[in-house]
Each structure stands twice: as C-alpha cells, then as structure tokens.
C-alpha cells in the first residue's frame, strides 16, 4: 500500500505558475506509474498528464500541453506537476495517482493509488 499527499496549491493569478507535489511513502513508488488528475467542480475527474516509472515517457492532455511538466524524483520518493500560464479553467481539485503496473495510459479508475487532492484557484 503507498499513501500520497499532494501539496502546493492555492489561488493564484491568471497567466502566472504554480508547482504541485506528491510525496510518496513507500519505495515502491519509483517502480509506478505516477499521474496527475484535475477535477472541477461539478465534473468528472480527468486525466492531465503522466510519467512511466523511469521517467522517459510521458503523457499530457492536450488542454495542458505546453503548459504543464510532470516530473518525478524517485529517490526522493516524490513527483511534480509543474504549471504554467495558468487559467481560470484550470481551477479544481488535482490528485496525485500511483499505477502498480506501469501504465500510462490507462483511465483514472484503473490507478491503484491516490491521495487525497490539493486545491488550485485561478482568478481571471
């Protein structure tokens, strides 16, 4: 079982940045898949973007491309969800997940783990 807590978010301004992370507590975190989820209000979770466990392959959703970089630390047991530009419709709830078998490119509710959010407000 790993447990992931996010931090970071906040209420910021549009057009300007914002780092989230997920720590991770267990070792085992650097042989998954990690990804981050946004949710709005109101909606669906959905995916944003993700990372193979070694970190060379890659995934965003095509409302964050070019905007955001997922990355990830393993020896520190953590990732992170590198924002930019950010957007009012970016507003919402973002989840760090864990996916045991290294996939990238499966829907949210096939990730194995998942913390419990961090807000992000974008005022315009």
């Known amino acids: 079982q790993v447990e992931l807590v996010e931090s970071g978010g906040g209420f910021v301004s549009a057009g300007t940045s914002l780092t989230l992370s997920c720590a991770a507590s267990?070792?085992?975190?650097?042989?998954?898949?990690v990804g981050w989820f946004h949710q709005a209000p109101g909606k669906e979770r959905e995916f944003v973007a993700t990372?193979?466990?070694?970190?060379?392959?890659?995934l965003y959703a095509d409302f964050v491309k070019g905007r955001f970089t997922i990355t990830r630390d393993n020896a520190r047991k953590m990732a992170f969800l590198h924002m930019n530009n950010l957007k009012p419709e970016d507003t919402g709830v973002y989840y760090c997940?864990?996916?045991?078998?290294?996939?990238?490119?499966?829907?949210?509710?096939?990730?194995?783990?998942w913390g419990h959010g961090t807000q992000v407000t974008v005022s315009s």
């Open positions: 997940a864990a996916e045991r078998f290294g996939r990238i490119n499966v829907p949210p509710n096939e990730w194995h783990y």
């Open positions: 990372l193979s466990y070694s970190g060379r392959a890659s």
């Open positions: 267990e070792d085992t975190f650097s042989r998954y898949a």
